[in-house]
C-alpha cells in the first residue's frame, strides 16, 4: 500500500506546552498531583501520564471532580476551565496549576473582555466539550452556546452589542457557515474566528490530500474534537472515505479493498508513536484488487 503522511499531523504547541507543565509539576512536586479531566483527549497520552504518577479525575461535572481530591496540586487540562473551578479548587485547599492552551486563553480573555463592554456573544462550540464550559463561565448568561443552524435560529438577543466566536478546534467551513448565519440574523455582530493555527492547517493539508488518495485515515480519539473535525471535512470537503482510528489494530482490511493510494493524519494530541505503527503497518499492507 502506498502511503501519502499529510502534514503538518500531529501534536500542537498546546499539547507540547500541556505535557511540559505536567513534567514539570510531576518532578517538582511532592505529594499527589491530579489532572481534571484528561489533560488533552488521547487515552494512550492519558495513561502514559498515569504511569508516570499523575492521577485522572475524570468527570464531566468539574467541580464534582474537585470534590474527589483532597489534597495535593490539580492540573487543568489544555482545554481549560472556568473562573468559578479555578476559585473552587483554591477554597478547597488545593494547589492549582493550569496548562491551558494559549490560544485557548486567548478566547478566554476576548469573551471576558467583550462581556465587560456589554456584548452578548454568541460562542459557537461542541455541546458537552470542557472548552466552550470553561469559555462560558467567564461571563454566564451572557455567553451563548450553539453548535447548529436551530441553535442560531433560537437564539433572542436584545443588546444592540453582540459577537461571535467560536470554540478553537472546529471544522473551518463549518464554522465560518455558522458565523454567516449569526449575521444573517444580526447584521451588527462583530466576528472574533478563533479557530487555532493547528486546526486550520490540519484541516487544510487533510483536504488538499484526499485528491490524491482512495482514503484517508486519521489516527486519534474518538473523544477528540479536532480528530472528529478532520474525519468529517476529508469526507464533506474531499469527498473520499475517511476514518477514525486509535490504534493500527482498529483498522479494517476491507476499507483497503481495491484502493491504492491512502492518506494518514493525526489530531493534535496524539502521540506520534501511534501514527507512526499505522504508518508501517500500511506501507506492509499487500490488499488483492
Given at each position: 500500500m502506498e502511503v501519502l503522511k499529510i502534514t503538518p499531523r500531529g501534536y500542537c504547541h498546546g499539547v507540547v506546552d500541556a505535557f511540559r507543565i505536567a513534567k514539570r509539576v510531576r518532578?517538582?512536586?511532592?505529594?499527589?498531583?491530579?489532572?481534571?479531566?484528561?489533560?488533552?483527549?488521547?487515552?494512550?497520552?492519558?495513561?502514559?501520564?498515569?504511569?508516570?504518577?499523575?492521577?485522572?479525575?475524570?468527570?464531566?461535572?468539574?467541580?464534582?471532580?474537585?470534590?474527589?481530591?483532597?489534597?495535593?496540586?490539580?492540573?487543568?487540562?489544555?482545554?481549560?476551565?472556568?473562573?468559578?473551578?479555578?476559585?473552587?479548587?483554591?477554597?478547597?485547599?488545593?494547589?492549582?496549576?493550569?496548562?491551558?492552551?494559549?490560544?485557548?486563553?486567548?478566547?478566554?480573555?476576548?469573551?471576558?473582555?467583550?462581556?465587560?463592554?456589554?456584548?452578548?456573544?454568541?460562542?459557537?462550540?461542541?455541546?458537552?466539550?470542557?472548552?466552550?464550559?470553561?469559555?462560558?463561565?467567564e461571563a454566564p448568561g451572557k455567553v451563548h452556546l450553539v453548535q447548529d443552524p436551530e441553535d442560531i435560529d433560537a437564539l433572542d438577543l436584545q443588546r444592540d452589542r453582540i459577537a461571535v466566536t467560536c470554540q478553537t478546534t472546529l471544522s473551518v467551513w463549518d464554522t465560518e457557515d455558522l458565523i454567516g448565519r449569526v449575521k444573517a440574523r444580526y447584521p451588527q455582530a462583530e466576528v472574533h474566528n478563533e479557530i487555532c493555527r493547528a486546526t486550520q492547517e490540519r484541516q487544510e493539508a487533510a483536504v488538499e490530500a484526499a485528491q490524491h488518495v482512495d482514503l484517508v485515515i486519521v489516527v486519534g480519539s474518538p473523544r477528540s474534537s479536532n480528530s472528529l473535525r478532520l474525519v468529517e471535512v476529508v469526507k464533506k470537503l474531499?469527498?473520499?472515505?475517511?476514518?477514525?482510528?486509535?490504534?493500527?489494530?482498529?483498522?479494517?482490511?476491507?476499507?483497503?479493498?481495491?484502493?491504492?493510494?491512502?492518506?494518514?493524519?493525526?489530531?493534535?494530541?496524539?502521540?506520534?508513536?501511534?501514527?507512526?505503527?499505522?504508518?508501517?503497518?500500511?506501507?506492509?499492507?499487500?490488499?488483492?484488487?
Open positions: 518532578e517538582e512536586t511532592d505529594g499527589p498531583v491530579h489532572m481534571l479531566g484528561m489533560l488533552v483527549h488521547n487515552t494512550h497520552a492519558t495513561d502514559d501520564l498515569q504511569a508516570q504518577g499523575i492521577a485522572l479525575v475524570d468527570q464531566p461535572d468539574r467541580f464534582a471532580g474537585l470534590s474527589q481530591i483532597k489534597e495535593g496540586t490539580v492540573i487543568f487540562t489544555a482545554h481549560g476551565v472556568s473562573p468559578q473551578v479555578k476559585q473552587r479548587a483554591v477554597e478547597l485547599g488545593l494547589k492549582p496549576v493550569d496548562a491551558t492552551c494559549s490560544d485557548v486563553v486567548r478566547t478566554h480573555e476576548l469573551v471576558a473582555d467583550l462581556a465587560n463592554k456589554g456584548y452578548d456573544v454568541v460562542y459557537i462550540g461542541r455541546k458537552g466539550h470542557p472548552e466552550p464550559e470553561g469559555v462560558m463561565g474531499g469527498r473520499k472515505p475517511a476514518y477514525l482510528v486509535d490504534k493500527f489494530e482498529d483498522l479494517d482490511l476491507s476499507w483497503f479493498v481495491g484502493m491504492k493510494r491512502v492518506g494518514v493524519t493525526s489530531g493534535a494530541s496524539t502521540p506520534t508513536q501511534l501514527t507512526r505503527r499505522v504508518i508501517e503497518y500500511l506501507e506492509a499492507l499487500e490488499i488483492p484488487a
